[in-house]
């Protein structure tokens, strides 16, 4: 006992001298970094400041004259020919072109749409419903649902119809209810159109989906962005070559009578869509078309992500342009929280104005529903019948 005390004591003196010696080096080390040498010019860190200061304001002013003149660029960069409509649609080839590369459509290894597979789902007194699978890229295939109206004789039109964020077809459809989009995939059907709903790559927020690890919507978009394309660039695919491939597939589907409409999100590809995609003959996009100039101005918002490309897109009045002169109708409610009605006003305008310049102003509409951000059924099933 005695001698284990022995050691003890030697050992936290041994310690003990060891955190003598450390300190005073650090000490040492210290007072003849902090010393003056004789001779030796020094200041303080404060007075060089300045000069930092002057290299960020001029970063910040060389950023400045660069992103304004981005900015000018952006807004003016879609230019077609009003000399007559053939002479317009052939000038929008190119900007469709950049539009599509912009989101990395069509994405690698690409594929013409495989045979559909189909599985029936049911009937009701409207149409009867199924379920849709077609491969579009390796190991990749687009999902829908196709609704077909009981009183078609012969070939009749369809509308694509797209659900919006964390939704899905079978919301758009009112396989179960979701009340923003007022059943409208079974409104068409009761009005005689074939409804296509392409499904989206999201989780459905209203039904409780569960989280999918490793798979996540924003987790596949940064990755897919590393290789050349976007989530948004896929989802492109599915919508165009799945459609593409239904009409090839059925013949009950009057390829002259194509048209799209889409909620929210759905809106978006709506547009989006039928600026890559001339098949489609009329498009009504509901809730969702921004101003190009407020979305340009992100770049001097830190809370918002910009993309190194934000000057190379396209703004939503640019797009409309690309879907002229074919039928276009923005939907947008007066009662929508999610977009500055103002600046979506203002877009709207912009994009009369390439119809107008071409001679065929009556064939754009801009329509404001006293609601939110839900469809407002009557007055797109009024364009569609006007137009499809």
Excluded at 27 to 53: M, T, V
Excluded at 209 to 214: A, K, N, Q, R, T
């Amino acid at each position: 006992m005695k001698f284990a005390c022995i050691k003890y004591q030697i050992c936290m003196c041994f310690k003990l001298k060891s955190i003598l010696l450390v300190s005073l080096v650090i000490a040492c080390s210290e007072s003849l970094s902090a010393q003056d040498i004789p001779g030796q010019y020094r200041e303080k860190f404060s007075e060089s400041f300045p000069i930092r200061k002057q290299q960020h304001l001029e970063l910040k002013e060389y950023i400045d004259l660069l992103v304004e003149e981005g900015k000018v660029q952006a807004l003016s960069k879609f230019t077609p020919d009003y000399s007559g409509i053939e002479q317009y649609e052939e000038s929008v080839i190119p900007f469709r072109e950049q539009l599509a590369e912009s989101f990395g459509y069509p994405p690698p290894l690409a594929t013409k749409g495989s045979e559909p597979r189909t599985v029936f789902v049911g009937k009701d007194s409207v149409c009867s419903i199924y379920r849709i699978w077609i491969g579009v890229a390796e190991g990749v295939e687009a999902y829908g649902l196709y609704m077909v109206p009981h009183k078609i004789a012969g070939k009749a039109p369809l509308l694509i119809c797209e659900h919006g964020g964390g939704g899905n077809p079978e919301a758009i459809c009112d396989l179960d209810t979701r009340i923003n989009y007022h059943s409208f995939g079974h409104e068409a059907a009761k009005r005689g159109y074939i409804v296509w709903a392409p499904g989206l790559v999201m989780r459905c927020g209203y039904g409780n989906d569960p989280e999918i690890e490793g798979a996540e919507r924003n987790l596949l978009d940064r990755r897919l962005r590393l290789l050349g394309t976007s989530i948004i660039g896929m989802e492109l695919q599915m919508i165009i070559e799945g459609t593409k491939t239904l009409i090839r597939h059925h013949p009950e589907i009057d390829s002259d009578r194509i048209g799209m409409t889409g909620l929210s999100w759905g809106g978006f590809y709506t547009l989006h869509v039928a600026a890559l995609f001339p098949e489609i003959k009329v498009a009504v996009p509901s809730g969702n078309f921004r101003e190009h100039e407020l979305v340009l101005n992100r770049v001097d918002d830190p809370k918002n992500r910009v993309d190194r490309n934000l000057f190379d897109l396209f703004g939503n009045a640019q797009v409309a342009g690309m879907v002229c002169p074919r039928p276009l109708m923005i939907q947008m409610g007066a009662e929508d929280t999610l977009f500055d009605l103002e600046g979506v006003r203002r877009e709207a305008k912009k994009a009369a104005a390439y119809y107008e310049k071409l001679g065929v102003g009556d064939l754009f509409e801009y329509s404001e529903h006293a609601g939110g951000h839900v469809f407002e059924n009557e007055s797109i099933f009024h364009f569609f019948k006007k137009h499809l």
